[in-house]
């Protein structure tokens, strides 16, 4: 603070020196003078009415632009044709000098109004290019999470895009915070509006009034960044906190299974899946019978990620094909129908624990109950950035087992856990967890395979046929 008051005071004692250098208030006045002009300006009323249209022009243009920029970025993420159309127009704004815009706008628009139509074009790309690469770079991870847990589009929205895009869009209002003063008070000058800092900055100049002239510019660039100071300091208070309770709608139900919907039986055959150059899985044909845990196993690199991926619909085999319940599928069809445990942890970083968990399930004492068996009940208003490794990962085991899918797919449920708390979770929730459902485990440990799977299937580097198996 007593950096920022010496500083101030050597750029007055500067321009005191320059006044005196010039010897001409009408040219050059002395701070002195120009703050006499402004305590003149603040005793009349039409100074704050300036004042409060200027400001009231700069909020609505940024409105309008949020208004029209997110819809808009909406369209373009979800249709390659809207990107195109619009690409010309707001490549168009950004290039175009703002005075060229002004000129033409007061041809056309209400003087005070203009400002607000020139402001909007000036602050629409911005706020578009900003919510569209938002959109474009929301993780395909949390994407599939809402695939796979059968949220509703609307819950995908609110849950998944809107907080991913959040950094994007503060980014947006800063920026526009910051150009918005500049382009009105800019257009105010030709457009003459009644009331405007602008266009009485420009009055000042015409009667050569270079006091009152330089107490205007003082008064806009004091509002400008005061204006922007404060949109900053509010922006810097939304961020994600660890929260008690739930934000998930008890009206927002998960999509549910089909009535009737028991264990399926899964049969895969002569799947293949390359990705680039390189074939993951080489006419891969299993059956999984409904009811059971089946575990697969073999060496890293070997597609059994994929396979259960192609399985769950997140991944379209190049040939082949899955048979669900004697239905062909691949298609994502099975919302709903389908619980993961990724290798990844998944969890939505603004979600808390619970939250996280009732991506699969509503039902708060069963997530509570689960929670308590996995050893994480302490920590269910907490964001997934204050937990520990383990800790994550036993709370996308419970989002699972929650979840309560008739096809229960899990990928290495059991990493980096400790032998005696691997050993409770097993004892307290494998049995009731797993009961009921058709299972795919995905192991490198024989151990567990032993222990958890009614039936061992392989994968090797080596092309594996159960079709005939299959078949009869």
């Known amino acids: 603070m007593r ?3 010496i500083t101030c005071l050597f750029w007055l004692a500067v321009w005191q020196g320059a006044a005196q250098l010039t010897a001409s208030k009408l040219l050059l006045p002395g701070p002195l003078d120009a703050f006499m002009a402004l305590g003149g300006l603040v005793r009349t009323g039409k100074f704050y009415m300036d004042i409060g ?4 022009r700069c909020i609505i243009a940024m409105v309008l632009s949020f208004v029209a920029g997110i819809p808009a970025a909406a369209l373009s993420h979800g249709h390659e044709a809207v990107r195109t159309v619009l690409s010309l127009p707001v490549r168009f704004f950004k290039a175009v000098p703002v005075m060229a815009i002004i000129i033409y706008v007061i041809l056309l628009a209400p003087s005070d109004w203009a400002a607000v139509i020139v402001c909007f074009f000036m602050c629409f790309p911005i706020v578009y ?5 938002g959109l474009d770079s929301v993780p395909a991870e949390y994407i599939e999470v809402g695939k796979i847990y059968g949220l509703a589009p609307s819950q995908r929205a609110m849950h998944i895009y809107v907080p991913a895009v959040l950094p994007q869009a503060k980014a947006s209002v800063s920026l526009t915070a910051g150009l918005s003063w500049k382009a009105v008070v800019a257009a105010e000058v030709l457009s003459i509006p009644r009331y405007s800092l602008g266009y009485d900055m420009m009055n000042a100049k015409y009667y050569l009034e270079t006091a009152d002239l330089f107490a205007y510019i003082i008064v806009i660039v004091a509002l400008s960044m005061a204006f922007e100071k404060v949109i900053n300091l509010g922006l810097r208070h939304i961020e994600w906190h660890g929260y008690e309770g739930s934000r998930l709608s008890s009206g927002s139900k998960r999509v549910q299974p089909p009535e009737g919907s028991d264990a399926p039986d899964i049969k895969v055959f002569n799947i293949t899946k390359s990705f680039e150059e390189k074939t993951v899985l080489d006419h891969i044909s299993m059956a999984f019978e409904g009811g059971k845990v089946t575990a697969v196993m073999g060496p890293s690199g070997q597609g059994k990620t994929t396979l259960a991926r192609i399985i769950a619909g997140l991944e379209t085999a190049d040939s082949g094909c899955v048979l669900i319940d004697s239905l062909k599928t691949g298609d994502g069809s099975g919302a709903g129908r389908t619980a993961f445990l990724f290798q990844e942890d998944r969890l939505l970083p603004w979600l808390n624990v619970y939250d996280n968990i009732a991506l699969g399930c509503r039902d708060g004492n069963r997530i509570k109950g689960l929670a308590e068996q996995l050893e994480i009940e302490d920590e269910l208003w907490k964001l997934p950035e204050e937990l520990s490794g383990g800790q994550r990962h036993r709370a996308a085991l419970a989002r699972a087992f929650a979840a309560d899918a008739p ?3 899990l990928d290495e449920p059991f990493r980096g856990l400790d032998t005696a708390l ?3 979770i097993i004892d307290r ?7 009921g459902k058709t ?3 995905i192991t490198h440990s024989a151990e567990d395979a032993e222990r958890l ?3 061992v299937q392989k994968i090797s580097s080596k092309k594996v046929r159960f079709c005939d198996k299959i078949q009869k």
Not at 129 to 133: H, K, S, Y
């Open 3 to 5: 950096n920022k008051i």
């Open 53 to 56: 249209w200027t400001a009231a």
């Open 129 to 133: 290019t900003n919510i569209l690469e």
């Open 407 to 409: 096809l229960l797919i």
């Open 422 to 424: 691997k050993g409770r």
């Open 429 to 435: 929730l494998w049995q009731q967890e797993t009961a």
């Open 439 to 441: 299972v795919i485990l």
């Open 453 to 455: 799977a009614d039936e």
